[in-house]
């Protein structure tokens, strides 16, 4: 079993960055792949990016490409997400998640087993 705990978000005025925390718990964190999704009021919840268990391959939606980076760090439990040139529609709740089964089916939310309580983003024009 593993839990998740983010941290990070918070208040940032449009062409910001900021930087998400994922702290995991569990033996087993390097075997899953993890994923943040983001979900703003009204809306369901949406694929951001991924990572494979090594780190060795990731995937981002079109929306964040080129302005998110995920990275994680396995000796330390930990997977981050750096959101530069952050836009109003980024405003969301963000959440971190685990999935034990690779990175097939990666887009969809249901494919992932665990996941953190989330972390409000608001980003201000």
């Known amino acids: 079993q593993v839990q998740l705990v983010e941290s990070g978000g918070g208040l940032v005025q449009a062409g910001g960055s900021l930087r998400l925390s994922c702290a995991a718990s569990?033996?087993?964190?390097?075997?899953?792949?993890m994923g943040w999704f983001r979900q703003a009021p009204g809306k369901e919840r949406e694929f951001v990016t991924t990572i494979s268990s090594s780190g060795h391959t990731t995937y981002y939606s079109d929306s964040v490409k080129g302005r998110f980076t995920i990275s994680r760090d396995n000796a330390k439990n930990m997977v981050y997400l750096q959101m530069n040139s952050l836009k109003p529609e980024d405003t969301a709740v963000y959440y971190c998640?685990?999935?034990?089964?690779?990175?097939?089916?990666?887009?969809?939310?249901?494919?992932?087993?665990?996941w953190g309580q989330g972390t409000q983003v608001t980003v201000s024009s």
């Open positions: 998640a685990a999935k034990s089964t690779g990175l097939g089916y990666y887009r969809d939310p249901t494919k992932y087993t665990y």
């Open positions: 569990g033996r087993t964190f390097s075997n899953y792949a």
